[in-house]
């Protein structure tokens, strides 16, 4: 199975920070990698696919990068709604398989 | 708009049965394969099962394999998840979801239901 690991699993940033969250895979996955948000309470939402194609209607202040096993999530000007949890899934192989998630809190 | 209503969650006794249902609607539902992901109280994302548009292919995994069957039926828009010889690590928001793609799809999940509750306890 292909291991998905997040980092940092939770952070602190103030209102118009930029926030960076890496997902290291245990084999590369070329640029099979989504993420998703979930705010508490709710279903998780796509906001990046293929590693770094944006979802239609996700603000262009998310944006995804990285390649092989590496990836990134780049949150600029960090708004108060997104405040949440961010999980990368990958789409390379079955077992389809999920980071441990990185939530995102208000300083 | 895209929508997606789980039911059929519950409490049910270890070595028990229940079967989700997953009624969508604002698509073309014979064109895009589904999932179901669940997510355990507190915990994080697992993937539970895909179906292609067809309902001829479907994955599992390891975890759930054997115990647990997904079905669609595409007259009536809606896919199935029924669970046998439950256990209480199934206990978990059971999320329903649409691929991106078509035929056995792309493993992107770009609208999902609310979720429903199955609790596996004696």
């Known amino acids: 199975d292909v291991q998905m690991t997040q980092s940092p699993s939770s952070l602190s940033a103030y209102v118009g920070d930029r926030v960076t969250i890496t997902c290291r895979t245990s084999q590369s996955l070329t640029s099979h990698v989504n993420w998703y948000q979930q705010k508490t309470g709710k279903a998780p939402q796509l906001l990046i696919y293929?590693?770094?194609s944006l979802q239609r209607g996700v603000p262009s202040r998310f944006s995804g990068g990285g390649s092989g096993t590496e990836f990134t999530l780049t949150i600029s000007n960090l708004q108060p709604e997104d405040f949440a949890t961010y999980y990368c899934?990958?789409?390379?192989?079955?077992?389809?398989?999920f980071g441990g998630g990185t939530k995102v809190e208000i300083k | 708009e895209v929508h997606l209503l789980e039911s059929g969650g519950g409490l049910v006794q270890p070595g028990g049965s229940l079967r989700l249902s997953c009624a969508a609607s604002?698509?073309?539902?014979?064109?895009?394969?589904m999932i179901w992901v669940r997510q355990a109280p507190g915990k994080g994302l697992e993937w539970v099962s895909t179906i292609s548009v067809s309902g001829g292919r479907t994955y599992y995994p390891d975890s759930v394999k054997g115990r647990f069957t997904v079905s669609r039926d595409n007259s009536k828009n809606t896919q199935y998840l029924q669970m046998n010889s439950l256990r209480a690590e199934d206990t978990a928001v059971y999320y329903c979801?649409?691929?991106?793609?078509?035929?056995?799809?792309?493993?992107?999940?770009?609208?999902w239901g609310q979720g429903t509750l199955v609790t596996v306890s004696s």
């Open positions: 979801a649409k691929d991106l793609g078509g035929d056995t799809g792309r493993n992107i999940f770009d609208f």
């Open positions: 293929a590693a770094s």
């Open positions: 604002g698509f073309t539902f014979t064109d895009y394969a």
């Open positions: 899934q990958q789409t390379y192989s079955t077992p389809l398989t």
